[in-house]
């Protein structure tokens, strides 16, 4: 209990630093509610300090963030914690815009700011569509959205008509995380790619009770390690929060194989670099591998990763399921045992692949390399249309 108290005390001497800001200096807030959320934000955060010289704040639950030890002074960081200081945070708010990459404001228990007109923008942090992955009503209480692709701007139009809700302001962005992963792709692959021709699959599946990780994933790493393939698990944030018994239990069976590895650092994307193929399910992690490093995946037909039960309402396809099969193959999980002869498969028909990935990256992703220069200008834009309001 007493490492509890002071660590509450703590949370809330930082949630008062914060608050003890002048307001000019609360114009720019970001919020992190984990680590991961800094792929999404660090090269935004970077155009906005670097480039156009403005000042953020960043305002995180996460005790491990690698951006609290920033030296950069334009940038103040603050640690709040889960609990009371993070919903005192959020009641309290005062700040012209607040970036976060958290769905369902309003919903549960992170709500809008009673006391001040906060304008909150949403940035996705997976390629996903809105209307399946997401709860039904996940974006409805923000201001704008930074959008991946026309695809989601139109899934939010259809929401707003279905549901008679207030248009937001839909802003044609793209996906930092996508950009970034391009150029580790075009300046690391030759610098760091060694000669080991053996076949490294990387297994990275979604969370949930119908997810390949919960259901039948000790056996998928057996076939594929049988098959004297190299094989790197990736389990989702989700499952290292939720999993750690199973993720342990699987590290010991394996981990004296040498073809085997558990990724357990995700800022690392060396193993999205250097594999082949992705097996995944209904994992956002698939369109990144795909779209960022051209690459196909072998999905295994687990039920939908779904969380609004009114999905089909919306007449969009959303992008998980549209384009799976031209992207790569799609097999039953009563098939896993022809993973081998499908992995062979993949390879053999990788240029075609390619090619087709590049096209659909091309037709569906808005602003490819250029996302954090029109985040940012987005952003400064807001900022001056409510100074001028």
């Given at each position: 209990?007493?490492?509890?108290?002071i660590?509450?005390?703590?949370?809330?001497?930082?949630?008062?630093?914060?608050?003890?800001?002048?307001?000019?200096?609360?114009?720019?807030?970001?919020?992190?509610e984990?680590?991961?959320?800094?792929?999404?934000?660090?090269?935004?955060?970077?155009?906005?300090?670097?480039?156009?010289?403005?000042?953020?704040?960043?305002?995180?639950?996460?005790?491990?963030?690698p951006?609290?030890?920033?030296?950069?002074?334009?940038?103040?960081?603050?640690?709040?914690?889960?609990?009371?200081?993070?919903?005192?945070f959020?009641?309290?708010?005062?700040?012209?815009?607040?970036?976060?990459?958290?769905?369902?404001?309003?919903?549960?228990?992170?709500?809008?700011?009673?006391?001040?007109?906060?304008?909150?923008?949403?940035?996705?942090?997976?390629?996903?569509?809105?209307?399946?992955?997401?709860?039904?009503?996940?974006?409805?209480?923000?201001?704008?959205?930074?959008?991946?692709?026309?695809?989601?701007?139109?899934?939010?139009?259809?929401?707003?008509?279905?549901?008679?809700?207030?248009?937001?302001?839909?802003?044609?962005?793209?996906?930092?995380?996508?950009?970034?992963?391009?150029?580790?792709?075009?300046?690391?692959?030759?610098?760091?790619?060694?000669?080991?021709k053996?076949?490294?699959?990387?297994?990275?599946?979604s969370?949930?009770?119908?997810?390949?990780f919960?259901?039948?994933?000790?056996?998928?790493?057996?076939?594929?390690?049988?098959?004297?393939?190299?094989?790197?698990?990736?389990?989702?944030?989700?499952?290292?929060?939720?999993?750690?018994?199973?993720?342990?239990?699987?590290?010991?069976?394996?981990?004296?194989n040498?073809?085997?590895?558990?990724?357990?650092?995700?800022?690392?994307?060396?193993?999205?670099?250097?594999?082949?193929?992705?097996?995944?399910?209904?994992?956002?992690?698939?369109?990144?591998?795909?779209?960022?490093?051209?690459?196909?995946?072998?999905?295994?037909?687990?039920?939908?990763?779904?969380?609004?039960?009114?999905?089909?309402?919306?007449?969009?396809?959303?992008?998980?399921?549209?384009?799976?099969?031209?992207?790569?193959?799609?097999?039953?999980?009563?098939?896993?045992?022809?993973?081998?002869?499908?992995?062979?498969?993949l390879?053999?028909?990788?240029?075609?692949?390619?090619?087709?990935?590049?096209?659909?990256?091309?037709?569906?992703?808005?602003?490819i390399?250029?996302?954090?220069?029109?985040?940012?200008?987005?952003?400064?834009?807001l900022?001056?249309?409510?100074?001028?309001k």
């Open positions: 209990m007493k490492f509890l108290d660590s509450l005390g703590s949370e809330l001497n930082e949630l008062k630093r914060f608050e003890s800001l002048k307001q000019e200096e609360r114009k720019i807030v970001f919020y992190s984990n680590k991961n959320s800094v792929f999404i934000f660090e090269s935004l955060i970077n155009e906005l300090v670097n480039v156009h010289n403005y000042d953020i704040c960043y305002v995180t639950s996460s005790r491990d963030e951006l609290l030890k920033t030296s950069n002074k334009k940038i103040k960081t603050f640690y709040i914690g889960e609990g009371v200081a993070r919903t005192k959020f009641l309290n708010l005062q700040a012209d815009i607040l970036i976060m990459t958290m769905p369902d404001l309003e919903i549960f228990h992170i709500k809008r700011s009673k006391i001040y007109p906060v304008h909150y923008i949403y940035i996705f942090h997976a390629m996903v569509s809105t209307h399946l992955v997401y709860r039904k009503n996940a974006f409805d209480h923000f201001d704008s959205i930074f959008c991946v692709g026309e695809y989601q701007i139109n899934e939010i139009k259809s929401a707003e008509k279905n549901y008679n809700l207030k248009p937001k302001n839909l802003i044609r962005c793209g996906y930092t995380h996508l950009d970034n992963l391009i150029k580790k792709n075009t300046i690391e692959y030759e610098s760091k790619k060694n000669n080991d053996q076949t490294q699959i990387l297994l990275a599946p969370w949930g009770k119908n997810g390949l919960e259901t039948n994933i000790e056996e998928i790493i057996e076939i594929i390690l049988n098959s004297d393939y190299k094989v790197v698990l990736r389990p989702h944030p989700m499952s290292f929060k939720l999993s750690q018994k199973k993720i342990k239990s699987i590290d010991k069976k394996f981990s004296s040498s073809n085997f590895k558990l990724e357990v650092d995700l800022s690392d994307f060396n193993s999205f670099l250097f594999s082949d193929i992705m097996i995944s399910d209904w994992s956002g992690a698939a369109l990144e591998f795909a779209f960022a490093f051209e690459k196909p995946i072998l999905y295994i037909d687990v039920p939908k990763k779904n969380h609004n039960s009114d999905f089909e309402k919306i007449p969009e396809i959303p992008i998980e399921i549209s384009i799976r099969e031209k992207i790569g193959k799609i097999i039953s999980p009563s098939k896993i045992k022809s993973i081998p002869n499908e992995i062979e498969k390879k053999q028909q990788s240029p075609e692949i390619k090619k087709e990935i590049k096209k659909i990256r091309e037709n569906k992703i808005f602003n390399r250029n996302s954090k220069k029109i985040a940012a200008e987005q952003i400064i834009k900022l001056d249309e409510l100074k001028n």
